[in-house]
Nanobody, 126 residues
């Protein structure tokens, strides 16, 4: 099992930036596909970005492409989400997720991830 702890959320004005971090417990972090999801009030949890074990594959949701960057540091058991040019519609609780399985393509569905963090709030004011 792996435990995930997110940090880095907060309140920022539109156009600003934030960097989220997610630290994983255990010594097998490099074996997990990692992702970020978000959930706005009254909406379903949605995929934001994923990163493969070796960081060679990083799919993004269309809504964040070109503004957000996912990265990982396997030596630090940490995955990051750099968020630039933030918009009010980016306001949500952001969750880190991990999955050890090997998929034909990187998973982007909520049900494809076994492990979740507690979430960190990101609020973007207009």
């Amino acid at each position: 099992q792996v435990q995930l702890v997110e940090s880095g959320g907060g309140l920022v004005q539109a156009g600003g930036s934030l960097r989220l971090s997610c630290v994983a417990s255990g010594r097998t972090f490099g074996r997990y596909t990692m992702s970020w999801f978000r959930q706005a009030p009254g909406k379903e949890r949605e995929f934001v970005a994923a990163i493969s074990r070796s960081a060679g594959n990083t799919p993004y949701a269309d809504s964040v492409k070109g503004r957000f960057t996912i990265s990982r540091d396997n030596a630090k058991n940490t995955v990051y989400l750099q968020m630039n040019s933030l918009k009010p519609e980016d306001t949500a609780v952001y969750y880190c997720a991990a999955d050890p399985r090997i998929w034909a393509s990187l998973p982007t569905g909520v049900t494809q991830y076994d492990y979740w963090g507690q979430g960190t709030q990101v609020t973007v004011s207009s």
